[in-house]
């Protein structure tokens, strides 16, 4: 439909009378807003990640920078209409997005190939992202005093970029809207070009995404209040102990770096010294990941320590767990904690803590990908516990590296240990290595072998307990942990039980039970799952657990004498199972051969780790899987860069990870009935497996969160109770 777009020829008001935001009766001129943006914009641009961009996508400096300006200062142009007037004044719909994007559909000056425009497309879809239905517009009339402000660009030119204006733009509003077929048509062409849609995406991220920050930044403090803080880079990070010298080495480390350090060591606190290194004046970032949302938690709330209110946390329940901090704190949720929030959720504060699938899904165009992808190129990304990731998602976790090495991100890789062949199959021996060799010098535990299942040991993991020992019980399966646990109550009652599934509330209250009962005297008993591999920072005398992958294991045995102090040697005792579950039964049966009894350096245990995975990466089945899950999903970024021309927003179907159930959150019956039905309430289940048991609950009460049936038992001292065999994929 053909779009009719005038000038009005009756004078109504002045420029400045064109108002751009309002906040209840508070209005705010498109000149000021404009002018606020720009500030924003240009207060978080690093110029030499700029240098390197502009090299990627084939421009100089100066030409990404000056479409920039021109992205920021047009981008609410449109805004200067009869019809947004009307909005801002009576709330009828207009879309000024689009209004102000036709100015620019035949760019002269910036175009990235034959009729595509980034900033065309940047002053689009600063509010909604591609697609953008353009044909729904039949016309807009744009306001003389519009012509005014139009013609100014020359002036704020000189003023945010320091030279005189080289660039003619002519105020000709389109006459017609743009079919949305004619974008997806132009942009399909990119895929003649090299790199063409990663280079594009590149440029238009970067264009929107500083873009989006900037005009959430200037509306925020228009708003609620909101201003976010930028990184203390000129202040020394400080912590209450002396470094170790991995840790004076990471601080004076530029690049990326592969870290292995053992637990317990101060590998965070080294992981944040080389982030600060590496951070580039105020507008830097740091991105602290880890594989799940509870030791995210945990690391959120560990980094408010060091750097306050500059923290956010990402991943799939965030928004849940900071809405319960914030009530906590300040009795109910407000306009500055709403205001703040879009911030937190796309990497926009200093510091985050997060998943590192919040950060990847990003790639494949998620959520705000163009905001967090321009967020993400000025940080230092620190990737830790990498050993905890399966083969699908290293595909992608390789692809990510290349990705930031060609970006000039720098990223550190840390972990307890990696095998060799795990380096070298993501490409990590091209970054240097940081470790201390004398602290894998150190001897922990004595390591024995029992070719029987534990609960054969009952008798003995009692008699330590009844001598006043700290003893740590591990078991691959949550029924398997129940089980024994049952059996050792009766005669240990200073026991407990902790896995997967309880409430988080009573996580927590179980982790506070941990701790107290690790520093009273008198025997304590833990049984537990794997969850203690990486969530906890316990330490233990003595350890009973299922044989696993050596990984897993050397985790396991990192919650025993975790000072690794020579004088008290911890004892590790490692059976046998009948079902490798959750494990692939090659790494099983493999770990048990290759381990061996005695009383060894840490450096022994890696030892072990590379002839595992040597073994592994050498067998039929590593070929299959590497076949059937890591190439996938290492192509996965180039594959959907094309299906979604680069720039289409993608639907969160994410599947990363090799997840055979995937879990999700669920609520109790009897506290839907109590009316607990807050984040800390929730259970983490696997869907497919408890989507047979929920409870029906009414539309309008709009429970966020599926209600298991009252079939479903729960107790504190155990969690869910549900029939073994489903329990055994757990």
């Given at each position: ?44 641009i ?18 990404l920078?000056d ?43 910036f ?17 909604t ?40 733009f002519?105020?000709?509003?389109s ?11 132009r ?181 705000r ?22 083969l ?114 009573d ?30 920072d316990?330490?233990?005398?003595l ?32 059976y ?84 055979e ?29 408890f ?8 539309p ?12 479903v ?18």
């Amino acid at each position: 439909m053909e779009a009719k777009v005038r000038l009005k020829s009756k004078k109504r008001e002045k420029m400045g009378k064109i108002w751009a935001k309002r906040v209840g009766e508070r209005f705010q001129t498109l000149e000021e807003h404009t002018l606020w943006v720009l500030e924003a914009v240009f207060g978080g641009i690093d110029i030499e990640r700029a240098e390197q961009i502009a090299q990627i996508v084939g421009w100089n400096r100066e030409k990404l920078l000056d479409a920039l300006f021109f992205t920021a200062y047009f981008h609410d142009i449109g805004k200067g209409t009869r019809e947004f007037q009307a909005t801002i004044l009576k709330g009828s719909p207009s879309y000024h997005s689009l209004y102000g994007a036709l100015l620019f559909w035949n760019d002269p000056h910036f175009s990235f190939s034959p009729g595509v425009s980034p900033l065309f497309f940047a002053i689009l879809t600063h509010h909604t992202l591609f697609p953008y239905h353009t044909d729904r517009v039949s016309s807009f009339t744009y306001l003389p005093e519009v012509e005014e402000f139009f013609s100014n660009y020359p002036l704020f030119f000189r003023k945010f970029r320091g030279r005189e204006c080289p660039y003619t733009f002519n105020f000709t509003p389109s006459p017609s809207p743009v079919p949305l077929n004619l974008l997806t048509h132009r942009l399909n062409r990119l895929k003649f070009q090299r790199e063409g849609f990663h280079r594009f995406r590149l440029l238009y991220s970067f264009l929107s995404g500083h873009l989006t920050r900037g005009d959430w930044e200037a509306s925020g403090k228009f708003g609620a209040g909101v201003e976010i803080p930028s990184y203390p880079h000129r202040q020394k990070l400080k912590f209450p102990f002396s470094l170790r010298q991995f840790q004076r080495e990471l601080g004076e480390c530029q690049g990326s770096v592969v870290v292995e350090i053992p637990t317990g060591k101060g590998k965070t606190e080294g992981g944040l010294l080389w982030a600060h290194q590496n951070l580039r004046g105020p507008a830097g970032k740091i991105i602290y990941t880890l594989p799940t949302s509870t030791t995210s938690n945990k690391l959120y709330q560990r980094l408010k320590g060091h750097f306050g209110e500059r923290v956010g946390l990402i991943h799939s329940s965030a928004k849940v767990v900071l809405e319960e901090e914030y009530i906590q704190e300040r009795g109910e949720v407000d306009d500055y904690f709403l205001g703040r929030l879009p911030f937190i959720k796309n990497f926009t504060l200093p510091v985050t803590a997060s998943t590192l699938d919040a950060l990847l899904k990003s790639f494949i165009n998620i959520g705000r990908f163009n905001l967090i992808t321009a967020n993400y190129l000025n940080s230092a990304v620190i990737v830790d516990e990498v050993h905890s990731y399966d083969l699908k998602f290293m595909g992608f976790l390789k692809k990510f590296l290349e990705l930031s090495d060609q970006l000039g991100v720098p990223v550190a890789i840390m972990s307890a240990s990696i095998p060799t062949p795990v380096k070298e199959l993501l490409g990590l021996e091209r970054y240097p290595t940081i470790t201390q060799p004398e602290l894998f010098k150190k001897k922990a535990n004595q390591i024995f072998k029992r070719p029987f299942p534990v609960e054969e040991a009952v008798e003995e993991i009692l008699e330590h307990y009844h001598r006043g020992k700290k003893v740590l019980v591990i078991k691959n399966t949550i029924a398997g942990a129940t089980r024994l646990y049952q059996t050792l109550r009766n005669f240990a009652p200073n026991s407990l039980l902790y896995h997967s599934a309880f409430r988080k509330v009573d996580r927590q209250r179980k982790e506070e039970l941990i701790f107290q009962k690790l520093q009273s005297p008198g025997g304590f008993i833990l049984i537990a799952t794997q969850v203690v591999e990486i969530s906890l920072d316990i330490d233990f005398q003595l350890l009973y657990t299922d044989v696993a992958p050596i990984d897993s294991l050397i985790q396991r045995m990192g919650r025993v004498n975790r000072r690794k102090n020579p004088e008290t040697p911890g004892a590790v005792y490692i059976y046998q199972v009948e079902n490798s579950r959750p494990y692939l039964p090659f790494l099983v049966e493999k770990s048990w051969e290759i381990l061996e009894e005695g009383y060894f350096p840490i450096s022994h245990y890696r030892r072990w780790l590379d002839i595992l995975y040597t073994q592994f990466f050498h067998s039929s089945q590593f070929q299959l899987l590497k076949y059937e899950k890591f190439l996938p999903s290492y192509r996965k970024y180039d594959q959907k860069l094309e299906e979604l021309l680069g720039i289409r927003k993608s639907e969160d179907n994410y599947d990363l990870r090799d997840i055979e159930l995937p879990k999700g959150e669920f609520l109790l019956y009897s506290d839907y009935i109590d009316g607990k039905r807050e984040y800390r309430y929730t259970i983490s289940l696997p869907y497919p497996i408890f989507r047979n048991w929920i409870h029906p609950t009414p539309p309008e009460e709009k429970i966020r969160y599926p209600v298991l049936s009252d079939g479903v038992l729960y107790t504190f001292e155990e969690g869910v109770q549900v029939k073994e065999e489903n329990f055994e994929f757990i």
